[in-house]
Nanobody, 123 residues
Framework: QVQLIESGGGLAQAGDSLKLSCAAS????????AGWFRQAPGKEPEFVAA????????NYSDSVKGRFTVSRDSARNLVYLQMDGLKPADTAKYFC????????????????WGQGTQVTVAS
């Protein structure tokens, strides 16, 4: 069973930066497209960013475009989400997910999910 483990969340001030990491066990992450989603209390899960298997294609939601950067390090079997210019509206639990094939922007396109890491941004 593929396991994804997110790390790097925490408490930040508005304008700060955080870098989330997603590690995989029992598989090579490079075999999958990877995505980041977030879910705030009482809200539906929201697509944040995604990256293709090779890293050459990325996709971002309009709400984070220009502030967040998704990347991957296949040698370390990691996927990252660099979050700059954080806003209180970015407060949510962030999930890493892995997809077979393309670069989905919907949760239904992902097969494996991590347990999430909390990001809280204070104003």
């Amino acid at each position: 069973q593929v396991q994804l483990i997110e790390s790097g969340g925490g408490l930040a001030q508005a304008g700060d930066s955080l870098k989330l990491s997603c590690a995989a066990s029992k598989t090579r992450l490079s075999a999958y497209a990877a995505g980041w989603f977030r879910q705030a209390p009482g809200k539906e899960p929201e697509f944040v960013a995604a990256i293709s298997r090779g890293g050459g294609i990325t996709n971002y939601s309009d709400s984070v475009k220009g502030r967040f950067t998704v990347s991957r390090d296949s040698a370390r079997n990691l996927v990252y989400l660099q979050m700059d210019g954080l806003k209180p509206a970015d407060t949510a639990k962030y999930f890493c997910a892995a997809a077979i094939g393309a670069v989905p922007s919907t949760a239904a396109g992902y097969k494996y999910w991590g347990q999430g890491t909390q990001v809280t941004v204070a104003s």
